[in-house]
Every structure is written in structure tokens, then in C-alpha cells.
């Protein structure tokens, strides 16, 4: 079965250093989402991105977040400047175009901000 | 807007034992409703969702769940769980194609 692959699992990085979360989505979907989970808390949407452009986004998501699709393949999600509060496991989904809204998540990449 | 409440955080049973983790959504418009599991240190892992047609929706593992646009609601049940069960569960709701919207999650601890 087809699954969306996210590079590391888990990152630590110092506060205030940049931090670029790494997707694969499935090859043939077309919208691409990031959602983060504090520790204990619920998941929380992000950003959504389709046709190469941020269809819709949350209001964490601030001018210190931004994502990419550099090359057709990756989707990427950098944090400029991490804060403690960054710390969390962020999830990337992908999705097709067709209406069965199947939604498929990666397994998560857990940063640590310290 | 939407949004999505799991009354329940945490549902102890003892294991074989029937089981429902209760979800009820608003929104404004009609809705599509879903069901994740997240085992320990693991992603996010689709259960079962409902988009049109039959209200009862079966998913993998045994679970199913019935959408009730009246109460708007989408229970998840199992009549007999197992250990291997042990997980938190996600209700989510999307109103277009677009984002999911999730609950806080009801924690599932079954015990021999």
C-alpha cells in the first residue's frame, strides 16, 4: 500500500535555529498538508498546498513557517526560528483528487525544541 | 466553522468487553466524518469514514460507526475488543475538500 514517508522521526534542535521537516506524499495525489500534535494535545492543521501554492493555512502558521515543493517529490515544512512552543510531532498527509477523501498521514516527525 | 468533541479522554475496558468512544461534530454544511487510530509512538492510521450513503460504516479491525445527522454524531464501536486495541482515537471532520478537524482524542486502555 501506498504510504506517505517522512524524514527524520525525531530532530532536536536548539531554540532559534532553522528546522526543515521533510514529506514524500503518495506520487499520483495532489494536495499536501502539514498538522502538528503537542505532546498530550490534539491534532492541529497547519497548511494546506495544492498546485504548488498554499491553498489554506491556520493561524500558527506564521511568518515563521513556510513550505515547499522543490522537486515534484518532497514537501517541505521549515521553521525559521524555533521556539520551545515548536516542539511537537508534525504530520504530513497527502491526498488525491478524487472525492473519496482519502487522506494518508506519515508516521510523524517529533521535534524537540531545547 | 467546524468542530469536533470526544466527551471521553480516557475508556477503560476489560478486554472482549463492547466498546463505544462517542464523537459529535458541528458545522454549518454537510460534513464528512472519520475515525483515526494512533498507537504509541506511531502516525495517524485510518480506521473508517463516512462520506455519503449508508449511515453504518464499517472500517478495519472491527470497528464500525453510525452517522447520525439529527444528534450529529459518529460513534465508534466494537462489540468486543481486544488488547491489541490499546490506542488513542481521532474523530475528524471535513466539510469540503479540505482540512481535517479533529477532536482531543478518547484514549483506549483495555485490560485483561
Known amino acids: 500500500e501506498p504510504e506517505v514517508t517522512q524524514t527524520p522521526s525525531h530532530q532536536v534542535t536548539q531554540m532559534g535555529q532553522e528546522v526543515i521537516l521533510r514529506c514524500v506524499p503518495i506520487?499520483?495525489?495532489?494536495?499536501f498538508y502539514w498538522y502538528r500534535q503537542i505532546l498530550g494535545q490534539k491534532v492541529e492543521f497547519l497548511v494546506s498546498?495544492?498546485?504548488?501554492?498554499?491553498?489554506?493555512k491556520s493561524e500558527i502558521f506564521d511568518d515563521q513557517f513556510s513550505v515547499e515543493r522543490p522537486d515534484g517529490s518532497n514537501f517541505t515544512l521549515k521553521i525559521r526560528s524555533t521556539k520551545l512552543e515548536d516542539s511537537a510531532m508534525y504530520f504530513c498527509a497527502s491526498r488525491d483528487y478524487d472525492r473519496n477523501y482519502g487522506y494518508t498521514f506519515g508516521s510523524g516527525t517529533r521535534l524537540t525544541v531545547v | 466553522a467546524q468542530s469536533v468533541t470526544q466527551l471521553d479522554s480516557q475508556v477503560p475496558v476489560f478486554e472482549e468487553a463492547p466498546v463505544e468512544l462517542r464523537c459529535n461534530y458541528s458545522?454549518?454544511?454537510?460534513?464528512?466524518l472519520f475515525w483515526y487510530v494512533q498507537y504509541p509512538n506511531q502516525g495517524l492510521q485510518l480506521l473508517l469514514k463516512?462520506?455519503?450513503?449508508?449511515?453504518l460504516v464499517k472500517g478495519i479491525n472491527g470497528f464500525e460507526a453510525e452517522f447520525n445527522k439529527s444528534q450529529t454524531s459518529f460513534h465508534l464501536r466494537k462489540p468486543s475488543v481486544h488488547i491489541s486495541d490499546t490506542a488513542e482515537y481521532f474523530c475528524?471532520?471535513?466539510?469540503?475538500?479540505?482540512?481535517?478537524?479533529f477532536g482531543t482524542g478518547t484514549r483506549l486502555q483495555v485490560t485483561l
Open positions: 498546498f495544492y498546485n504548488n501554492e498554499i491553498s489554506e
Open positions: 506520487s499520483n495525489h495532489l494536495y
Open positions: 463516512y462520506l455519503s450513503g449508508s449511515t
Open positions: 475528524a471532520v471535513s466539510d469540503t475538500a479540505s482540512k481535517l478537524t
Open positions: 458545522s454549518s454544511v454537510s460534513v464528512y
